[in-house]
């Protein structure tokens, strides 16, 4: 059973960038899709990216377009996902999960599973 560890949340002044991380442990990522999301207090859980297993496709949502970036190391069964010009409203945990069900876009949660524990991500004006 995968389990997935993100890091690298903080707090932060807006306009500055952070880098976050999601090792897998127990099993190896290099198949599957990897996504991350995030969750706002009494939000929804929003999709921010999605990166191909070899990482040859990679797509954000509309709102951070051209501020975020998904990446993948496979030899080291690692996602990033890499923020800049940080904005108070990222503020959210942000989750990596495993995309493994197909029939679902992979803009919807429902195609994720093995979610991690989430990492803080706070930004201040």
């Known amino acids: 059973q995968v389990q997935l560890v993100e890091s690298g949340g903080g707090l932060v002044q807006a306009g500055n960038s952070l880098t976050l991380s999601c090792v897998a442990r127990e099993s190896s990522i290099s198949s599957y899709g990897m996504g991350w999301f995030r969750q706002d207090v009494g939000k929804e859980r929003e999709f921010v990216a999605h990166?191909?297993?070899?990482?040859?496709?990679?797509t954000v949502a509309n709102s951070v377009r051209g501020r975020f970036a998904i990446s993948r190391d496979n030899s080291k069964n690692t996602v990033y996902l890499q923020l800049s010009n940080l904005k108070p409203e990222d503020t959210a945990v942000y989750y990596c999960?495993?995309?493994?069900?197909?029939?679902?876009?992979?803009?919807?949660?429902?195609?994720?599973?093995?979610w991690g524990q989430g990492t803080q991500v706070t930004v201040s004006s």
């Open positions: 990166i191909s297993a070899r990482g040859g496709t990679s």
């Open positions: 999960a495993i995309r493994r069900n197909f029939r679902a876009n992979y803009d919807n949660r429902g195609a994720y599973d093995s």
